[in-house]
């Protein structure tokens, strides 16, 4: 199947490599893109620079490949999924990773530890007040660095080629200026992003577990089961 993904302009990356993997073919549509904040981008690295955090958590891998070069020293840091941690590791910055692809395991993850710890977190210019609330909760100690904003393109999609789109984020499908037609398969990324699409009255076809690999193998699955279908 041909897939029309959501992605930040100009942020395409491996995204072709990795939906051929599973026998796909994609091409990137742009809901949105990166408005960087220089200005916060410094506040946070200075911060880092003098010893403010106990832990950094890096949510998404724009931060992790903006921040990455200006970091010589650092605390333990946390990444979201294999992505943001690559983003990391090519600047030789040694980071955990979550098993999951939701923030919402961050404190599950450090358990006890977070108590009294100090966790910054630089992330884009859109609320996560579950996360913040879930630290401070837990007994840490949170600041939010709003590095970048999500701008609208303004574009409309370009789903002519598409047999699919996958949208990468609840924001992603906000924002989006696209007309469903029959026989396109819609697909979210994760829940979190579903029941965003949901809310609005689109109902996806398929629900991926948060990443790009797992939308494709939840897509497979999909077709295999309509395959058995028509065989009956």
């Known amino acids: 199947m041909k897939i029309a993904v959501t992605r930040l302009k100009g942020k395409e990356k491996t995204d072709a490599a990795r939906c051929s993997a599973y026998g796909h073919a994609c091409y990137s549509v742009h809901p949105l893109c990166s408005e960087l904040r220089m200005n916060e981008i410094d506040t946070f690295s200075e911060a ?61 993850y450090l358990g006890d530890w977070i108590v009294g710890k100090r966790i ?47 949208f990468t984020s609840a924001m992603s499908f906000m924002q989006a200026r696209w007309t ?23 109902k996806p076809d398929i629900v991926g577990d948060g990443s790009l690999e797992g939308s494709m193998r939840a897509l497979n699955e999909y077709l295999k089961n309509q395959e058995t279908h028509r065989n009956g």
């Open 48 to 108: 880092v620079r003098n010893g403010e955090f106990d832990c950094i958590f890096f949510t998404s891998a724009l931060p992790a490949k903006i921040i990455a070069p200006r970091l010589t020293t650092y605390p333990r840091v946390i990444a979201i999924g294999p992505q943001t941690a690559k983003e990391l590791q090519e600047y030789h910055i040694g980071c955990e990773t979550l098993s999951s692809f939701y923030s919402r395991d961050f404190v599950p």
């Open 120 to 166: 910054g977190i630089p992330r884009a210019d859109v609320p996560n007040n579950k996360l913040l609330d879930a630290i401070t909760d837990a007994g840490g100690i949170v600041r939010e660095f709003r590095c970048y904003g999500l701008v609208p393109t303004g574009e409309t999609l370009d789903l002519q080629p598409a047999d699919a789109i996958l």
């Open 180 to 202: 469903p037609r029959p026989g396109l398969l819609v697909m979210a990324i994760g829940d979190i992003t579903a029941m965003a699409m949901e809310r609005a009255g689109t």
